[in-house]
């Protein structure tokens, strides 16, 4: 099956009124999950998600990276991560379409280039999009043109600007040879986006194929990866952004299940509850049908309280995230442990948001498994168990462990 791509939906700030550049992200956001909300159970999700992308880039979403003294909202990160935890409660994909605009947009205020940040500031705060270019199957060389292959390209299709990692060519290599990441047009000449996303879940997140063939670079526009690394948690930031999307469907796939266990007990053609001889009597004494069983009410409270501790495991990991920003000259000992305790949330919100999505259908009984597809519980199952498979939950299982063993710091990258 090919799945359909949304229609292009890339936005050019010229071509727009702009928007707020202080907003809240997380006002933003929910005006953004109101689109897809709005298009209703029945609507072509593609068409759905194409639209609230559309709405993502006035809604000021996009500029919350951007820094105060640029104009823009210089937002925590756990603002920015319940902003993404609200879209994921309308659509994982949606969601993740803007998950590495944030990642790579502090690139772009990281020193490297000071004299273009006003100019990243102001495209940002118009809503650009930026989206990612990183994993290949073959070596994608940068430097003067872009030549090479790209997979995984999430957002790619929606994108203005993509973010192209690669080894530098030799004569713009820099003079420790690391890996550099390129800042193109999308619509450049040379690049063409290929609509091969087919997978399991987050079928609209546009994460298929780019190829690059020689795209000029701009100058100004390569930006070295060591920097980016030291900007304090940038990969703590980025995994707190995969867990609170994980959050956000979870929680929307236990709504979708608790609607349809009440409207089966409560709507019409609803079934009377028959109770077992000497069975506790309800609150709501006289109005036994609508009251749910003993087991079932077990179940549904385990549930809730799964979603209560994967919401209270990101809240944590973005209040320390947000006191490792706002520090004037964060130590090493203190990246280290936020970038510890993010990895724990990420692991730990990866099982309890599966296993939640799997576990509605014991609430719902043959009634969740009767719909399928988009418009169905699966939806929320497929899009988890594909999006917690972003990186090996083992990986940072055994960093956390041998760090707790051994007292040794581990060496902080793009996933802890």
Known sequence: MTVRTAPDPRHHPSGTTGTNGTADPVDGARSVAEVVDAAGPGADRAEAVAGAVKALKTSGLLAATVPRRLGGPGAPPSRIAEALRVLASADGSLAQIPQSHFTFSRWLFDGEHPESEQYWADRLISGTLVANAQAERDPVTVGD???????????????????????PAAETAPADGQTVAVFVEADAPGVTVHHDWDALGQRYTGSGTVSFHRVPVPSGRAYTFGRALALPGYGA????????????????????????????????GARPVHRQPGALQSPSAGQEDADPDDLTAHLAGELVARRFAAEAVVEKAGRSLDALWAADDPSPDLRTRVALQTAAAKVTTGELTVDLASRVYELTGTRGAAVHGDNGLDRYWRDLRTHTLHERRRDKLAVLGREALTGRSPVLGPQL
Do not use: E, M, N, W
């Open 145 to 167: 043109t872009v030549d090479g292959v790209k997979v995984f390209c999430t957002g790619s299709p929606y994108a203005d600007v993509l973010a192209v990692t690669g080894r």
């Open 237 to 268: 930031f980025a995994q707190l952004l995969h867990a609170a999307i994980d959050v956000g469907v979870a929680g929307a796939a236990l709504d979708a299940a608790l609607a349809l266990v009440t409207d089966s007990r409560t709507g019409p």
